[in-house]
């Protein structure tokens, strides 16, 4: 570990937060202030040049198990805490994680404020806070499938977007999105 980064500890909500500053960054989306919020609120609030946007975030896990968790994330944490180098193999096919990750979000109600003018759902994949766990193999992510699995559980929820941001692939960062006029495409 670099010295000085060893005892560092982060809130989930400042993590979420600056997982969605370096999406809206890649997205080119404006923005003027990005700040976690604590629950019954979506997990950020996003200030851009139009109205403010409330974000909730998630990471796509392979793997989750009955109890829900990621038994890989957990081995994944562990190896970090330790310092240790681990190796770990992945899922080649994203598609339930993804899966999983929106319908573990859409049954939730989530509090607006007044200011609060959309709900986006941001699916955080091949993360670089859990790169092993939330691997996603882009050349096997099937958007027409995608589409297929989750398009009426997106439909039927309050999230009038969702993106699928995966900062860490074979090709470097993508972004995936979906709204209620289109199904699945790749944005950036």
């Known amino acids: 570990m670099t010295a000085g980064y060893a005892n560092m500890s982060f809130s989930r909500e400042s993590i979420s937060a600056e997982q969605v500053r370096r999406f809206l960054v890649r997205l080119r989306y404006p923005h003027s202030l990005v700040e976690p ?4 609120y979506a997990d950020v609030r996003v200030t851009t040049p139009s109205g403010r946007i409330a974000v909730e975030t998630t990471e796509v896990h392979w793997g989750v198990g009955p109890k829900g968790g990621s038994p890989t994330r957990r081995r994944e944490e562990e190896a970090i805490r330790a310092g240790a180098v681990a190796g770990f193999w992945t899922q080649p096919d994203p598609i339930p994680g993804i899966v999983q990750a929106i319908r573990s979000k859409c049954g939730k109600t989530y509090r607006l404020d007044g200011d609060d003018s959309a709900l986006w759902l941001l699916l955080l994949g091949a ?29 039927r929820s309050a999230f009038s977007r969702c993106y699928l941001f995966c900062e860490l692939t074979e090709r470097g960062p993508a972004i995936y999105g ?3 006029e289109a199904s699945w495409q790749q944005i950036a």
Do not use: C, I, Y
């Open 127 to 155: 993360s670089s806070a859990a790169p092993a766990s939330t691997f996603v193999f882009t050349p096997f992510l099937d958007l027409g499938r995608l589409t297929a699995e989750a398009d009426e559980q997106l439909v």
């Open 178 to 180: 979906w709204d209620r």
């Open 37 to 40: 919020m604590p629950p019954p």
